[in-house]
């Protein structure tokens, strides 16, 4: 015990001499696991694609599991900017814990890059930014596709969740700007249930022509297959974060023939050439592809990728003000996202400003029908 | 709400009901018997709907590196748990001064299920063998399961407080939702359906998957009636739960009643697991939440009472469907809100007989 004293002592003065180093230290709190573990492993899968160095300073990504639970993620994120002092917290791509984490990243004073469009009230999110797009501008999206077909009433059938509940206040709003479909039942199911037969029983009587799920990752499929398994023969339209492989794998033929909005990124191949974000979404598909085999591609791994081309972009302008690891380089990341302007991302086109932290303009959302188990864009 | 709409409804509770009646009745047997209440008997859900999925995929033909991540990991698992059980066994058994060939008879007991299971996964594997026949492989693969938890968790402390049992029962589920993460990993699976024909009934569509379940369920029971009335082992575990010393000197050993019990345990739960997989999408920990809720539908007998948890477990479902329909973003708080009365009930009519 006594020989090891010394020992010890001289590791923890090595580890010590290493954190002193400038390396800048990115946090990532991701659901791994749990229920929303579909929309966390592509993020952390294209994290793990991200380049070694930023601007001459090498890169440390530290990243660990929420199990997609709230309470874990905050303790996660007090322990990464705590222990860890890390200079920017991504995460996390489920909204519940995203906000939570929110708290964390706003008390520390360290950017907190979100992988979840995520409401926070006013004020709330001056250290947070968002990558995902906005629940808003994608509801823009569905509600001009909408429209388009001539759909004038929908039902609500969405998580019990701050992501369903953000879904449809923004829905609302969004749709009585446009003066789009009314919202005329709504219906609620929790991430973990087996089951929404009464739920979808009660849509299918109120007998919408269409039906908005409001779900994620592989848990979107099981209310999409109530659905139709009740009997219910109109559209079905899904919300981004259902913009996976996972809703074909598990939903199989029911699915087929309904719309999932998303971001350019998961059909490039598709889109017009004059698309600003074509070129970074083609080559988001190549390097997200080549490492995980073909047919890969999805909105979260995207969301990684942009996450990289922000840091790339306001790294080097924080680092004038001060050395990674210090509040001042913290600071001034936090204020060079902001000042960026018009970014364009593989997702779309972002300028964040003092009021906005949500990024995307109206025209990043994309309509894909599911055909035939592959993504189709809508024109 | 009219006739239909409840017809339906009930029949929807009803189905999950039968599922959570499984689970409620091996919850009151197992803490009949072994005085454990099993929080992880929804575990062996998941773990059955898994194992089943992943023998659905199938496994290519190849070297052992390429193969083993396809073999489904509860074999894996059972493979491991079994080989801890031969180590924690022979270090005991060698304290006890036991010859190193009893030893080794002990391990070969042991192992001989875990390695015929895991020599049948791999041989089993690619040949796409039928449906039904997947499935009795993975009531096979899931059951041994069930006395290797005995052994390991439960053998040790079997005379301690219930309370202590308890304590042990929250970490064996954590224990178990963990391992199933890593031999199963984190994504969903949902199985196909046993029978697709659909039948009409007035308003209602009845599903055969849903039949299925129902003559599982009812099949099931009939046989453990027959196996508890009729069997000298099922009387043997009557006498166990009756009165454990009183048993134990008429020559029954607690341990196999505790085993035996186990395996029952984890047979019902890959069970509700194969029944339940094609209705939903099942991953690795979802099993906790139907498993509660057969452990709701056992607090309605008293831990003790099966017809009563049956019915509780009927109730619980019913409940969980029109609560759903009603007021779908309190449906869970509606369900163990429920499970308030029903405990002071049980506290008033029982009052405090026990220390424990």
Known sequence: MKAFRPLALALATLFAAGAAQADITVGVVLPLTGPANGLGIPVNNYIKLWPTSIAGEKLKVIVLDDASDPSKGVQNAKKLVTEDKVDVLVGSAVTPVAIAMAGVAAEAQTVQLMMSPANLPAGKDYWSYRLPQSNAVMAHALIEHMKKKGIKQIGFLGYTDAYGEGWLNDFKAESAKLGGPQIVAVERFARPDTSVTAQALKLVSANPPAILVVASGSGAAMPHKGLIERGYKGTIYQTHAAASRDLMRIGGKDVEGSFVVSGPAVAPEQLPDSHPSKKLALDFVQKYEKAYGAGSRNQFGAHGYDAALVLEKVVPVALKAGKPGTQAFRTALRDAIENMGRTVLSQGVVTYSKDNHWGFTTETGVILKVVKGEWDVEN | MDFSIASILTLDGVTNGAIYALLALATVLVFAITRVIFIAQGEFVAYGAITLAMLQNGNPVGSFWERHGDLPGTVWLLLVVALIAVVVDSVRGSRRGLGADQLLKDAAKTLALPVLVFAVAWFAGPRGWPLWAQSLFTLAVVTPLGPLVYRLAYEPVADASVLVLLIVSVGVHFALTGLGLVFFGAEGFRNPSFWDERF????????????????????????????????????????????????????????????????LAAFMGALSGLLIGPTTTVFYDSGFLIGLKGFVAAIFGGLASYPAAVLGALFVGVLESFGSFWASAFKEVIVFTVIIPVLLWRSFLHGHDDEE
Not at chain 2, 237 to 253: E, K, P
Not at chain 2, 255 to 261: D, E, F, Q
């Open chain 2, 200 to 263: 009409q009934i007035g308003a209602m569509t009845v599903s055969g998957q849903a039949i299925i379940i129902f003559v599982a369920s009812i099949a099931l029971m009939a046989a453990l009636f027959v196996f508890f009335e009729l069997t000298l082992r099922g009387k043997a575990l009557r006498a166990t739960a009756v009165n454990r010393l009183g048993a134990r000197l008429m020559g029954i050993s607690t341990s196999g009643a505790g085993k035996l019990t186990f395996g």
